[in-house]
């Protein structure tokens, strides 16, 4: 139980980080955002990250994503990736970035296992080795150690302990690891958006390797990135065989910056934007939505909210909810009950969306 900065009233759950309830975030916006930006603040303050995305009136300019920094003289942009070194960015480029990987065997952990061709043999012979799971081979998982987010919940919070550190690994190097047991790439972090010329760089010099089967390209994102970029994603996803999943964390865009830092138009735009092309390719599911169900600011209004905007562009977009475990500076929410995320599941295909998955059903109480 917590008490609300802003209304005094006493809520389970409340973040004690955030400071605010639900209510006042929705209908006291002016009030409770600031209180909110704050928990921002001094989240970013720990990793030695900017507190907000820089507006140096003349600075270098960045159009990677939505936050489109202004980068003053020595300062580094809003992920921590770029710095301004008299008018020029200087850190990751489209030829070395911040990143790890791994091979994961197939089918994975992916959000999206349960419609991809790697976990279903969806778009089999053509996109798939198999009529089923590619049991025998892998995904290549690339974790990039950078967020254009500041999610007070984050789940993969460890990724700002590599932000600022002077580590770069090479196209090269990612490239040779995709060996022939690998038929999927799949980008997520932190988020690929910061760094996509990178990851789209890699994924074309990786498909030339590959002659004769399946490479699919496919991307864990929350879809802030500019709208060049997200078009070559899309090519390299519909052409591989790919699936692109978006983060669609709240409805509300007060609730949406509270709980990331961030506004969620951009990600809303270029949602609708890959929907357009998802006819394309009908045997096998492009875009795939997610929703992690934080405790006390993601209830049914907000996933009304978002299910009526999947079903409204498509009603088979697959839309995967997931249950919450506690971390980072949300790490005093708790874990959603079972009664509850059935409910959510139960509002989504309500609002019209077809196929709703539940996902981290284990976290469950």
Request: glycine share 10%; net charge positive.
């Amino acid at each position: 139980m917590g008490r609300c900065s802003i209304c005094g009233e006493e809520y389970t759950p409340l973040s004690r980080a955030l400071g605010v309830c639900l209510d006042c975030l929705r209908q006291r916006g002016k009030e409770a955002l600031p209180v909110a930006m704050e928990a921002h603040r001094q989240a970013r303050r720990a990793f030695g990250l900017p507190e907000e995305p820089p507006r140096h009136r003349g600075g270098a300019r960045c159009n990677i994503c939505v936050n489109e920094c202004e980068i003053g003289p020595g300062e580094l942009g809003y992920c921590g990736l770029r710095k301004n070194r008299d008018g020029i960015l200087t850190g990751v480029t489209s030829e070395r970035g911040k990143l790890s990987w791994y091979h994961d065997p197939l089918p994975t952990n992916c959000v999206a296992d349960w419609v991809c061709a790697g976990g279903t043999g969806a778009g089999y012979p053509r996109y798939a080795l198999k009529r089923g799971p590619e049991y025998g081979f892998k995904n290549l998982a690339v974790f990039f150690h950078a967020c254009t987010f500041d999610c007070l919940f984050c789940q993969n919070w460890h990724y700002r302990e590599y932000t600022l550190r002077e580590s770069y690994r090479t196209v090269e190097e990612l490239v040779d690891a995709v060996d022939s047991r690998t038929t999927c790439i799949c980008y997520f972090g932190g988020d690929p958006t910061a760094q996509l010329p990178f990851a789209i760089r890699a994924s074309r010099e990786a498909l030339k390797r590959v002659k004769g089967r399946p490479l699919r390209i496919c991307w864990e994102t929350n879809g802030t990135m500019n709208r060049a970029l997200l078009k070559q994603m899309l090519e390299l996803s519909l052409q591989s065989g790919g699936t692109i999943k978006f983060d669609l964390k709240a409805w509300n865009e007060n609730v949406h910056i509270a709980l990331t830092g961030v506004t969620n138009r951009r990600t809303l735009d270029n949602f609708s934007f890959v929907a357009d092309s998802i006819g394309l390719r009908p045997e096998l599911p492009l875009l795939v939505a997610s929703t992690l169900l934080v405790p006390g600011y993601i209830d049914e209004e907000e996933i009304r909210g978002i299910a009526t905007f999947v079903a409204s562009l498509s009603p088979d977009i697959p839309y995967s909810l997931l249950a919450f475990y506690p971390h980072f500076y949300m790490d005093d929410l708790g874990l959603n009950t079972r009664e509850f995320a059935m409910r959510m599941v139960s509002v989504a295909k309500e609002a019209g969306v077809r196929n709703v998955r539940l996902g981290n059903v284990h976290l469950l109480r």
